[in-house]
């Protein structure tokens, strides 16, 4: 997307032309500090600009004047220019520093702590109560969240970015990173459609509406892969968390319907359901049907192993026509969760 086209989306959607809407207690914050350095800087770029077109063209060669003498010392001028760029360098620093404090210090009282997991090229985000997500996370809003973050000892750096909420922390393997925020602004739409149609189209506009996390430390081949949705919710969070641990581990939850949960959420970006071309082969009449790659040899019938295998490892074979397309960062899948893609696509012969 070019420069111009993004900052029109950035307007259109309530930010300014070089960040996203404010969505955190600090945001407004960090905003006010690039606000008063751009300034400061638009300033004394015109001020330079203009004293140079000017003297360029006043003191330019013509015929019949010479050159004039060079100005000696000035001590007003040297302290001019000493004293100024003190003060506003001092100036910056004052607020800068105070924004700093804030953003490093955890405001007093309930605070919810996330523990976030990084790896080439995915982010696991995983609950107090033992759920695990990947590539997305859900908070409430009006509520101090905490996130503990490591990377994995044998992987790289990677860093933490929520534009949004203006807010960066690298991680680092074998050490923790933290950081906090929190959210002014819910995005999250309860899912609750009458039609799996209407759920789908529910479920793709909460991703829509969801704040954009990156990582800004390039990590590896698929560094520009290693995103995730930020979710957040109103007073439906707890609600959320329970329903969505029960269906992590299949407790209550039909397993088609837990893997058409899951399509809607992981998969119907690349996947469709209806037998069209995508961006990666399609769900239906994948069960039981023959599958040929470009990299590995053949499987006569598509079951059980298969599917849970393209899962865990994408790459390992790549069918036939799809040797052009970035393939599925690996995604870590439960028993149950693997269960459910499995009984969704059998439902889609």
Same mark, same amino acid.
């Given at each position: 997307?070019?420069?111009?086209?993004?900052?029109?989306?950035?307007?259109?959607?309530?930010?300014?032309?070089?960040?996203?809407?404010?969505?955190?207690?600090?945001?407004?914050?960090?905003?006010?500090?690039?606000?008063?350095?751009?300034?400061?800087?638009?300033?004394?770029?015109?001020?330079?600009?203009?004293?140079?077109?000017?003297?360029?063209?006043?003191?330019?060669?013509?015929?019949?004047?010479?050159?004039?003498?060079?100005?000696?010392?000035?001590?007003?001028?040297?302290?001019?220019?000493?004293?100024?760029?003190?003060?506003?360098?001092? +100036?910056?620093?004052?607020?800068?520093?105070?924004?700093?404090?804030?953003?490093?210090? @955890?405001?007093?009282?309930?605070?919810?702590?996330?523990?976030?997991?990084?790896?080439?090229? %995915?982010?696991?985000?995983?609950?107090?109560?033992?759920?695990?997500?990947?590539?997305?996370?859900?908070?409430?809003?009006?509520?101090?969240?905490?996130? +503990?973050?490591?990377?994995?000892?044998?992987? @790289?750096?990677? !860093?933490?970015?929520?534009?949004?909420?203006? @807010?960066?922390?690298?991680?680092?393997?074998?050490?923790?990173?933290?950081?906090?925020?929190?959210?002014?602004?819910?995005?999250?739409?309860?899912?609750?459609?009458?039609?799996?149609?209407?759920?789908?189209?529910?479920?793709?506009?909460?991703?829509?509406?969801?704040?954009?996390?990156?990582?800004?430390?390039?990590?590896?081949?698929?560094?520009?892969?290693?995103?995730?949705?930020?979710? +957040?919710?109103?007073?439906?969070? %707890?609600?959320?968390?329970?329903?969505?641990?029960?269906?992590?581990?299949?407790?209550?939850?039909?397993? +088609?319907?837990?893997?058409?949960?899951?399509?809607?959420?992981?998969?119907?970006?690349?996947?469709?359901?209806?037998?069209?071309?995508?961006?990666?082969?399609?769900?239906?009449?994948?069960?039981?049907?023959?599958?040929?790659?470009?990299?590995?040899?053949?499987?006569?019938?598509?079951?059980?192993?298969?599917?849970?295998? !393209?899962?865990?490892?994408?790459?390992?074979?790549?069918?036939?026509?799809?040797? %052009?397309? %970035?393939?599925?960062?690996?995604?870590?899948?439960?028993?149950?969760?693997?269960?459910?893609?499995?009984?969704?696509?059998?439902?889609?012969?």
């Amino acid at each position: 997307m070019s420069l111009p086209a993004t900052a029109m989306t950035l307007l259109d959607k309530g930010g300014t032309f070089w960040f996203p809407p404010s969505a955190s207690t600090v945001s407004s914050d960090v905003d006010m500090v690039f606000e008063l350095i751009f300034w400061i800087c638009t300033a004394f770029f015109i001020v330079i600009m203009a004293m140079t077109i000017g003297f360029a063209v006043k003191y330019r060669h013509r015929p019949g004047h010479k050159s004039e003498p060079s100005p000696g010392h000035s001590a007003p001028l040297e302290i001019t220019w000493s004293l100024l760029p003190t003060t506003l360098l001092a +100036v910056i620093f004052i607020f800068a520093t105070e924004v700093y404090f804030k953003q490093i210090t @955890v405001p007093p009282g309930k605070v919810y702590e996330i523990e976030v997991t990084a790896s080439q090229w %995915n982010w696991k985000f995983t609950y107090p109560n033992g759920l695990s997500i990947d590539k997305e996370l859900h908070i409430p809003r009006d509520q101090t969240v905490r996130l +503990v973050m490591r990377s994995l000892d044998t992987d @790289v750096i990677h !860093s933490l970015f929520i534009p949004a909420f203006r @807010v960066k922390q690298d991680v680092m393997p074998g050490r923790y990173a933290t950081v906090w925020f929190q959210a002014t602004k819910s995005t999250w739409l309860k899912v609750d459609g009458a039609t799996p149609k209407e759920q789908e189209d529910q479920m793709k506009e909460n991703l829509d509406r969801a704040f954009n996390l990156y990582c800004t430390e390039y990590c590896g081949t698929d560094h520009s892969a290693m995103t995730a949705k930020v979710h +957040v919710h109103d007073s439906d969070f %707890n609600v959320w968390l329970d329903a969505a641990y029960r269906e992590s581990k299949g407790i209550g939850v039909d397993p +088609v319907e837990l893997g058409r949960k899951i399509y809607l959420s992981n998969c119907n970006t690349c996947h469709s359901i209806d037998g069209s071309r995508n961006k990666a082969p399609t769900f239906k009449g994948l069960w039981d049907s023959k599958r040929e790659f470009t990299n590995a040899p053949s499987v006569e019938h598509a079951n059980e192993d298969y599917i849970k295998e !393209s899962m865990e490892a994408p790459q390992k074979r790549i069918v036939k026509g799809y040797e %052009n397309e %970035n393939p599925m960062t690996p995604q870590s899948y439960n028993d149950a969760q693997i269960k459910g893609i499995i009984e969704f696509i059998k439902s889609l012969k």
